[in-house]
């Protein structure tokens, strides 16, 4: 059972648009910043946003992240078969005083 | 760019103990936190704990009386162990780099890069 919920598969049309939700508490992610991971089958997960809505040098602008309250959302734009992988949002949790991340949500470009 | 590099043995015996190595090269482990996570088979991610050089660690709570985590400046390699394994410690296990600053808004905390990861199974 993760910290964090997140649904567990979510699915869209090439060139459309998807959202994969995180919901937490105020005890991480109302609380403190989220953090986004791609991972594909077989492979380390690789960092897309941190500090909410931030991107590291060389991820698309199409992946954006934004957070209220404490829930955060990861946000991807333009979808190609490329971006089907699982996704997980992070954070660290207060109350654990450990790092905390959702179950994963498998993405599905049809 | 900073890549690291787990090493260890891919089988276990469970109650016995579980020990990694985790290199680090293009960078120096006495320069960041560094984080080990873990990920059952088909299942998600678990953050362990994470260690600055100057012995400053924090573990998960539900790993704590388990695990350790040392680094070794003179080899700028990192370790874990875990002790009294079972069948649900079997998983593919990954350091990386811990980057973590605390606001006035909250912590961030994310992980870049990370190793490719190495599969230890409990089994007897």
């Known amino acids: 059972q993760s910290v964090l919920t997140q649904p567990p598969s979510v699915s869209a049309a090439p060139g459309q648009k998807v959202t994969i939700s995180c919901s937490g508490t105020?005890?991480?992610?109302?609380?403190?910043?989220v953090t986004w991971y791609q991972q594909f089958p077989g492979t380390a997960p690789r960092l897309l946003i941190y500090?909410?809505?931030k991107r590291p040098s060389g991820i698309p602008d199409r992946f954006s992240g934004s957070k209220s309250g404490t829930s955060a959302t990861l946000g991807i734009t333009g979808l190609q078969t490329g971006d089907e992988a699982d996704y997980y949002c992070?954070?660290?949790?207060?109350?654990?005083?450990?790092?905390?991340f959702g179950g994963g949500t498998r993405l599905t470009v049809l | 760019q900073v890549q690291l590099q787990e090493s260890g043995p891919g089988l276990v015996k469970p109650s016995e103990t579980l020990s990694l190595t985790c290199t680090v090269s293009?960078?120096?482990?006495?320069?960041?936190?560094w984080s080990w996570i873990r990920q059952p088979p088909g299942k998600g991610l678990e953050w362990i704990g994470d260690?600055?050089?100057?012995?400053?660690?924090n573990y998960n709570p539900s790993l704590k009386s388990r695990v350790t985590l040392s680094v070794d400046t003179s080899k700028n390699q990192l370790s874990l162990r875990l002790t009294s394994v079972t069948a649900t410690d079997t998983a593919v296990y990954y350091c990386?780099?811990?980057?973590?600053?605390?606001?006035?808004?909250?912590?961030?905390?994310?992980?870049?890069?990370w190793g490719q990861g190495t599969l230890v199974t409990v089994s007897s």
């Open positions: 990386a780099r811990d980057l973590q600053a605390e606001y006035s808004s909250g912590w961030s905390i994310y992980f870049a890069p």
């Open positions: 293009g960078g120096s482990v006495t320069s960041d936190y």
């Open positions: 260690i600055y050089h100057r012995g400053i660690t």
């Open positions: 105020s005890s991480n992610i109302g609380n403190n910043y």
């Open positions: 500090d909410n809505n």
């Open positions: 992070g954070t660290w949790d207060n109350s654990l005083r450990a790092g905390v």
